[in-house]
């Protein structure tokens, strides 16, 4: 009994040490993470769809973990094209509003920001906020079928330091 | 035993939730090295699911601000003349590395700075890109439509300070300027930076009115590298005409860093009267 307790208090202390103590120990750090996916549905040749950062389903969202209420900078590298088969590519365009902030978490109270440029946004008193981000792909009347790829790279950094 | 079993949820609880997609967490949020060791570190956690690639790189940057009090960090490869770089000559071990999902890494971080160099602190940042697998994006499977795929990359940026000899800090504080609008009190502060090093610190507001009673407070981080003139936005709701005072604070007090890592230096004040027709 006395060691069944012994190993346990130990993974525990183990694990307090491995991830509590280095990662806090000089408050919070910042977290970002992508939590869903920016989604364009089915696309259809010559058909451009247009996902709102307020679309629940479709937006991307990133959360982002740090110290309460601190200023953070958030900078999106965007696509202009994805690439596809044959060297074919299918345009992307990210428009002056397609990008929200919201320290409450919420889609539904979200402030909008051009998701092009470099945008500065508060976490909450909980130091919690999430990002939303919206987009149009425009596949052309003779796009090739086919799997389609790009990168979207979110840098982010706290403003105070 | 039986006590134990009731907490072992609690506390495991209390370990870090796994993210649902990629993100490392970088830890310390700030690097400090002194010239002494020349060396320092910093931890890599993947909490989510899935190994993460992970790139670690150096760039030159701090904090500035623009016309209208807003402030960004612009990133640079290299350090503009005249300013005291510290990317050149530092360097991580290792700068490519997959962290297993729920595993941690440590970085090694080594400074090489040339054999003459004068006392005083040097600035780099730290870009840490994390880069998960292809995320499929809602599609047909079928080879005649049109699929999409994206690649979501994360990078987290942190600052080093690189120190050498004895330093000291210190920021003056030209008159503030404020103004009233939208439910909210703007106030400027232009603050320049005095001595040798880096300032880092909060600036705290507070808005009151004409009895003494506050309105509204709000306090920010800040760092001055050369100097910055931030705009802090303090929600105070529909003010009632009148007179009401923003007074300012700007002290070295950091609860986000070690005490040693913030250098002291004498807090400054400054107060300005609005009226509120």
Do not use: C
């Not at chain 1, 992307?92 to 402030?111: C, K, R, V």
């Not at chain 2, 971080?109 to 994006?137: D, M, Q, T």
């Not at chain 2, 999409?148 to 210190?170: A, H, M, N």
């Amino acid at each position: 009994m006395r060691r069944k307790r012994g190993r346990i208090l130990g993974v525990l202390a183990v694990a307090g040490l491995l991830f509590h103590v280095p990662l806090m120990a000089q408050g919070r750090p910042l977290v970002p993470a992508g939590t869903q996916d920016l989604g364009f549905g089915t696309l259809i040749p010559g058909i451009p769809v247009h996902v709102l950062r307020s679309d629940p389903v479709g937006s991307g969202q990133f959360t982002l973990r740090g110290q309460r209420n601190a200023q953070v900078q958030m900078q999106f590298i965007l696509p202009a094209t994805m690439a596809g088969p044959l060297a074919a590519t299918l345009p992307l365009i990210f428009g002056a509003t397609d990008g929200g902030f919201s320290a409450a978490e919420s889609i539904a109270n979200q402030a909008g920001f051009d998701p092009r440029a470099p945008a500065l946004g508060t976490l909450s008193s909980n130091g919690r906020a999430t990002i939303f981000l919206g987009g149009m792909a425009t596949p052309s009347p003779t796009q090739p079928a086919g799997a389609y790829s790009a990168t979207i790279t979110l840098t982010v950094s706290y403003t105070g330091l | 035993m039986t006590k134990l079993r009731r907490w072992l949820p609690a506390l495991l609880a209390a370990l870090p939730a796994p993210a649902l997609a990629q993100g490392v967490v970088v830890a310390p949020h700030a690097v400090f090295i002194d010239h002494a060791t020349r060396a320092g570190s910093i931890t890599l956690y993947n909490p989510g699911e899935e190994p993460v690639e992970v790139s670690v790189s150096f760039a030159f940057g701090y904090p500035t601000t623009d016309s209208a009090g807003n402030v960004s960090v612009e990133l640079s490869d290299s350090t503009p003349p005249g300013e005291p770089g510290a990317a050149a000559w530092l360097q991580a071990f290792p700068r490519r590395v997959t962290v297993g999902q729920q595993q941690r890494q440590t970085i090694r971080l080594l400074a090489s700075p040339p054999a003459n160099l004068p006392n005083g602190e040097y600035w780099a940042r730290i870009v840490v890109g994390a880069k998960g697998g292809k995320v499929p994006v809602v599609g047909v499977p079928d080879s005649a439509a049109i699929t999409v795929g994206l690649t979501l990359e994360i990078r987290t940026v942190i600052s080093v300070v690189y120190r050498k000899g004895q330093l000291t800090t210190g920021v003056t504080l030209a008159p503030i300027s404020a103004g009233y609008a939208h439910d909210s009190v703007h106030v400027r502060l232009p603050l320049t930076r005095t001595g040798t090093a880096a300032y880092l610190g909060t600036a705290r507001v507070s808005v009151v009115n004409s009895a003494g009673d506050p309105v509204g407070q709000d306090e920010r981080a800040v760092a001055v590298y050369h100097a910055l003139n931030p705009r802090l936005t303090v929600p105070v709701g529909t003010l009632a005409p009148g007179s009401y005072t923003v007074r300012v604070s700007v002290s070295t007090d950091r609860a986000d860093l070690p005490g040693r890592e913030a250098l002291p230096a004498p807090t400054v004040e400054d107060a300005v009267e609005i009226i509120v027709q």
